[in-house]
Every structure is written in C-alpha cells, then in structure tokens.
Nanobody
C-alpha cells in the first residue's frame, strides 16, 4: 500500500512537500515515481528516483523547482515542490515499480490514492 499526503491549497510561489508512505511491504528496492493529473488532462510523469536514491529524473516542467528524495529507513518518498505555479494544480500520485527510474505509467506496479495540490494565482 502507498499513501500519498501533504497536498493542500497554496498560493503561487509557495512550497509544499508531499510524502508517500509505504506500508504492508518494503519498497526499498523499488524505483519510485510521482505523477500528476490535472482536471481534464491525462496523468503525466513528474519525477522518479531509483531505489538507492542515486538516480533521479524530472519532467522538464518541474526541473529546478521540484526535488524527489527518499528515506528507505522510513519507507517514505518525498516530493519537495518549490516556486509552485497555478499550472502545477493537480492530483499527485506516487507509484512503485521494479525499475531503476521509470517515466512511464507502465513502469509502475503499485499506486497510491493521490493527494490534491491546488495553487492559486
């Protein structure tokens, strides 16, 4: 089970940190990813991190503003989001897969339920 939390309503330029906590099994050997889905749009890749944290990948739209990290001792993955923009408004999902760093939904086998992030202008 993956549980994403930390979303909320913020203003443009603010920061948020999302957390994804795994329970029921260890995901320490899995690559982890963050995706988001805005209203009326398809779900899109945001960021991914390898199981040991040494490799990260970001979507161009968030590069330089978002940082993905993980703490395997806590079975938790984080997404630090800075300089938020209204276009970052979406439901954010975390996912786990048997992949180093995956950018496609098909790379992931386990999905969390999503947390809403709303950025007002």
């Amino acid at each position: 089970q993956l549980q994403a939390c930390g979303g909320g309503l913020v203003q443009a330029g603010d920061s948020l940190r999302l957390s994804c906590v795994a329970s029921g099994r260890s995901f320490s050997r899995y690559g982890m990813g963050w995706f988001r889905q805005a209203p009326g749009k398809e779900r899109e890749f945001v960021a991914a991190i390898s199981w040991y944290g040494g490799n990260t990948v970001y979507a161009d739209s968030v590069k330089g503003r978002f940082t993905v990290s993980r703490d395997n001792s806590k079975n938790t993955v984080y997404l630090q989001m800075n300089s938020l923009k209204p276009e970052d408004t979406a439901v954010y999902y975390c996912a786990a897969g048997d992949v180093r760093v995956g950018v496609a939904e098909s790379d992931y086998d386990f999905w969390g339920q999503g947390t809403q992030v709303t950025v007002s202008s």
